[in-house]
């Protein structure tokens, strides 16, 4: 079954303590990204991978840090949480077209 | 500043009637618009596409219109399900932008009531 994969699905964590959400995809798609959805805000692009190695900024990217070594995979970093990021993020993956895949989601807490 | 506008934050609407999401954007470099549907402890799963070179796409119960004079796009389901209840939202894309990336609305809750 095509699909994208994120974890954890649900995460409470205190400020300052690091941590990664997992984001994987079995539909060999080059393009990658990570969003975060907020209330009234929609989803908004925090960081987007074009191909193994190649990464870049999206619309919100203080805070948090990618990397792409393999092509299913795209962690999404946050070296030290603060409260604002607690949030809904959700990974997405696409071919060459612009509908994009969602993984279910993560929520996040930070205290 | 929001580049792509859902202003009605919840629709509420009876079985079998017509739903119409507004959606309505800033940029003119977008040249492709998606709708999403999300049910919630989900991800957003597409619903339908139009590209600016159209102003109509039909799947099923589900059509897009595309303005783009006005810069505005709508969704219409007829006639309108209890399955159909969800967040909706929309989406742009310009072409050659960087990791397809798309630009959201604020999303419209959808309420249909049986």
């Known amino acids: 079954e095509a699909q994208v994969t994120q974890n954890p699905r649900y995460l409470i964590t205190v400020t300052g303590k690091k941590l990664t959400v997992t984001c994987s995809q079995n539909?060999?798609?080059?393009?990658m990204s990570w969003y975060r959805q907020d209330p009234g805000l929609g989803l908004r692009q925090i960081y987007y991978s074009m191909n193994v190695e190649v990464t870049d900024k999206g619309d919100v990217p203080e805070g948090y840090k990618v990397s792409r070594k393999e092509k299913r995979n795209f962690p999404l970093i946050l070296e030290s949480p603060s409260p604002n990021q607690t949030s809904l993020y959700f990974c997405a993956s696409s071919s060459s077209s612009y509908e994009q895949y969602f993984g279910p989601g993560t929520r996040l807490t930070v205290t | 500043d929001q580049q792509v506008k859902q202003n009605s934050p919840s629709l509420s609407v009876q079985e079998g009637r017509i739903s119409i999401l507004n959606c309505d954007y800033t940029n003119s470099m977008f040249d492709y618009f998606l709708w999403y549907k999300k049910y919630p402890a989900e991800g957003p799963t597409f619903l339908i596409s139009?590209?600016?070179?159209?102003d109509k796409n039909e799947d099923g119960r589900f059509t897009v219109f595309l303005n783009k004079s006005a810069k505005h796009l709508s969704l219409h389901i007829v006639p309108s399900q209890p399955g159909d209840s969800a967040v909706y939202f929309c989406a742009a894309s310009a072409t050659r932008a960087a990791g397809n990336k798309l630009t959201f609305g604020g999303g419209t809750r959808v309420l249909v009531k049986p």
């Open positions: 539909m060999n798609h080059e393009y």
């Open positions: 139009i590209s600016s070179i159209k």
